[in-house]
C-alpha cells in the first residue's frame, strides 16, 4: 500500500571532490549498484506517495542513471544558491499540489541505510508527533560531523556544523546522521528564513532544528543501532568499507538462505545475483550483475561470473564467464575463459584453457582442452578434438562454423570458417578443414609424411642428438 503521507527527497547534487574521479560520487558502485541505486531501492520500499532526486552536479549523468533506472523518481535542479537547505527548499515547492505529509530527507551517499530502520523511524515521528526527527549517530571519529547539542532535559536543541562548532561542542561524540524527517506544514516556514550566515557561506538544513524550536516546535534525535547505517561515502576508502560491509551482509543472507560458501571473506556477490538453496561457492569467486546459478551446482574456486546463467548441478571451476549460459549437470574449467553469447547445454563439457565466444554447444557434447571456439555451432554428443580453432574472421567479417552431432574431431583441427561438419563426422588430426564436411564421412589433409634418413649426422654432427641417434639400435623402415 502507498503511504500517501509520505514523500522522500534524495541529495544528490555534491560534487564529491574527496572520490577525485570523473564519475559522479553517487554513481560510484557497491554491489554492482550505484551508491544512488541503494538509496532509491530503500525509498522505493518505504512505499512513499513521492520520492523525488535533487541533482546539479554532472546533471545529466545523474538524471539519465534515475530515468533508466527508476522513471517514476521525479528530478529537481538545484539553482546557484549552495546548500542542503536550498535543495531541500526546492524539491518541497515541487512537491505535488495538495500533499501535507511527512518529508523524508536521504543523502544518495548514504547507501547501507535498510528501508527496516527507516520504517521504524517513520513510526516512531509519527508515535511522538514532533515536527522534525532526525536520525544520529556516535562515530569513532566525530570529525566532520554536525554535532548534536541536547538541552539539559536531554532533548535535541540544536545542530552546530563541526566547522563551525565550539571546543567544547567538537568534543561532543554524538552526531547528526544527515537523515531528517518533517512534517511539511512545520518545514516550509523554517525553509524560507534560512541564512547563509556560516562558514561555508550555505544554507544549512540543520539551521531548520534552531528555527523550530524558536517557534516552540517539538525536535527529536533518534540514535541509530549501528552507526555504520548511516555512514556516508566520501572517497575511495570509505567506497571499500561500505563495499566490504554490504557484500559480508549479502553473503550472510545467502547463507542463512541455503547456500554454502566456504570462504566469506574472499567471496564477493552483487546485490542482483540470485542463488538457490544447496548452491555451493568455493573460495575466490565473484558473483557480479544478474548471475543465477541454480539448485545443486558447485561455483569456484578462483571464479568471476558476469551476468551468467548456471544450470542445476553444474559445476564451473577457475573460470570467467559473461553473458553466457551453462546447463544442467555441465561442467566448465578449469582456467576456461566463456565469452559473450556462450550457451553449453545440458550435460555439455568447456575444459581447460579452452576459449568461447558466441558459441553454441549442444547437450553432452564436449570442447576438452586448448582450443577456441568462436562464432560457432556443436550439435549433440560430439567431441572437439585438443588444440581446435574456429578460423572464424577473415580480416573484414566474422563466418560461422557449423558442426553437427556425434562428430569426432581430430586434435589440432583448423575450422576456417564459413564451413559446415556433417552429423556423424570423423577429422584426422592436424586436419585444415576448409571445405564442408559431408555427413559420415572422414576428412583429412592428404599431403604425406617424409623422412629423409641420417639428416640429423650430416647437419648437426657432434651433437647429442648425433650421438644418440648414432648409439640407437631403433630400427629404420
Known sequence: MTDQRLAVIVLAAGQGTRMRSATPKVLHRIAGVPMLGHVLATASALDAEHVSVVVRHERERVAAYVAETHPDVALVD??????????????????????????????????????????????????????????????????????????????????????????????????????????????????????????????????????????GALVDALPVAEDWLVGGVNDRAQLAEAGKRLNALIVRGWQLAGVTIRDPETTWIDRAVRLEPDVEILPNTQLHGATVVERGAVVGPDTTLLDTEVGQGATVRRTDATLAVIGAGATVGPWAFLRPGTQLAEGGKIGTFVETKNAVIGRNSKVPHLSYVGDAEVGEGSNIGAGTITANYDGVSKHRTTVGSHVRTGSHNVFVAPVRIGDGAYTGA?????????????????APQRNRDGWVSANRPGTAAARAAEQSDTPVD
Open 430 to 446: 592436424g586436419t585444415v578443414v576448409r571445405k564442408d564436411v559431408p555427413s559420415g564421412a572422414l576428412a583429412y589433409n592428404a
Open 78 to 215: 538545484q539553482d546557484e544558491v549552495p546548500g542542503t537547505g536550498r535543495a531541500v527548499q526546492q524539491a518541497v515547492e515541487a512537491l505535488p499540489d495538495g500533499f501535507s505529509g511527512d518529508v523524508l530527507v536521504l543523502n544518495g551517499d548514504v547507501p547501507l541505510l535498510d528501508a527496516a530502520t527507516l520504517a521504524e523511524f517513520i513510526a516512531a515521528h509519527r508515535l511522538a508527533e514532533t515536527a522534525a526527527t532526525l536520525l544520529s549517530a556516535h562515530p569513532l571519529d566525530a570529525t566532520g560531523y554536525g554535532r548534536i547539542v541536547r538541552s539539559e532535559s536531554g532533548g535535541l536543541d540544536r545542530i552546530v556544523e563541526h566547522k563551525d562548532a565550539s571546543d567544547d561542542e567538537r568534543a561532543i561524540g554524538e552526531v547528526n546522521a544527515g537523515v531528517y524527517l518533517f512534517r511539511l506544514a512545520d518545514l516550509r516556514g523554517p525553509l524560507g528564513a534560512l541564512e547563509a550566515q556560516n562558514a561555508q557561506g550555505e544554507r544549512y538544513l540543520t539551521d531548520t532544528v534552531g528555527l523550530l524550536r524558536q517557534r
